[in-house]
């Protein structure tokens, strides 16, 4: 039972790079969540998913696109990163609007 | 728009003693409630949660309490033990996702 998965674990990249943030879970979850923990903010959401195909924007978009095209699958990608976006990321999932939500382990991602 | 806040970023107790964890809301039409634990270098881990027409529930070990009069919400862990040393979050539903507080470090000394 693999459950919900994020990779890479850590990634170290520069400003203004393209990265891309991945999520799969195997437990066909209708919902998938992006999001950020930093320092002093908490967990913020970033983006959501009801359904493959559909998304929608969180609290704190700017800066970051999203994909649904498979339900086991949410990425995230920094189209350019910022040093703003040095966070760690978590991705979770699901089963309905109104279930508990299941976390992965997080990336790590540092933006020089 | 909604907001979590908790009462204290920190709490120390001695292994064996209960732990009350507290956390307030604004916003009256939450209707779900959630405690997530969350170790160092991992994700959050569910702990247990409620729904709006409860104010209490059990889990092991654990016990959630909500004040819907006050907008308050509790995590009380009974024997507390060195591995409930953690952040731990109180979340509401705030539409479809998650609203989180920011956390309290429980320290548990043996």
């Known amino acids: 039972d693999a459950g919900i998965t994020q990779s890479p674990r850590y990634k170290i990249t520069e400003t203004g790079r393209q990265v891309t943030l991945m999520c799969h879970q195997t437990w066909s979850h209708s919902y998938m969540f992006w999001y950020r923990q930093d320092l002093g903010h908490g967990l913020r959401l970033i983006y959501y998913s009801a359904a493959a195909d559909i998304t929608d924007k969180g609290e704190v978009p700017d800066g970051y696109v999203v994909s649904r095209s498979k339900t086991e699958n949410f990425p995230l990608t920094l189209e350019s990163a910022t040093r703003s976006q040095t966070s760690v990321y978590f991705c979770?999932?699901?089963?309905?609007?109104?279930?508990?939500?299941?976390f992965g382990s997080g990336t790590q991602l540092s933006v020089l | 728009g909604e907001s979590v806040g908790l009462h204290l970023p920190t709490l120390s107790v001695q292994e064996g003693d209960n732990s009350i964890i507290n956390c307030a809301y604004s916003?009256?039409?939450?209707?779900?409630f959630i405690w997530y634990k969350q170790e160092s270098g991992k994700g959050p881990q569910f702990i247990i949660d409620i729904r709006s027409n409860m104010d209490k529930r059990q889990g092991q070990r654990v016990t959630v309490l909500l004040n819907k009069t006050v907008k308050h919400l509790s995590l009380q862990i009974a024997a507390t033990q060195p591995g409930d040393s953690a952040v731990y979050f109180c979340?509401?539903?705030?539409?479809?996702?998650?609203?989180f507080g920011k956390g309290t470090t429980l320290s548990v000394s043996s």
């Open positions: 979340a509401l539903k705030g539409g479809t996702a998650l609203i």
């Open positions: 979770a999932s699901s089963r309905d609007r109104d279930e508990k939500l299941f």
């Open positions: 916003n009256s039409a939450s209707d779900y």
